[in-house]
């Protein structure tokens, strides 16, 4: 098992911090995702899928959630 790493950004933030991990790093051994979140998104909708994905991602060690601002992506 591991921790999961979820990345909440805005538009594709999180898909290239993600494909630039992967092109410096090789292989990354952790499940790791990126949810993008569009300006004006539903803030419950955008909670609902975020709560998806971690469930998704939890192996019975958690998940970390980062954001690319605090307070800025819903």
């Known amino acids: 098992m591991s921790v999961g790493i979820l990345l909440l950004t805005h538009e594709a933030m999180g898909d290239a911090l993600i494909e630039t991990a ?3 790093l090789g292989r ?3 499940h790791v995702d990126a949810f993008s979140i569009p300006p004006g998104a ?3 909708f955008a909670m609902t899928s975020a709560a998806a994905r971690v469930r998704k991602l939890d192996s019975g060690d958690g998940v970390l959630v980062l954001t690319d601002v605090f307070g800025a992506t819903p």
Request: charged share 35%; net charge negative; proline share 0%.
């Open 42 to 44: 539903d803030t419950d």
């Open 22 to 24: 992967r092109h410096l």
């Open 28 to 30: 990354i051994s952790l």
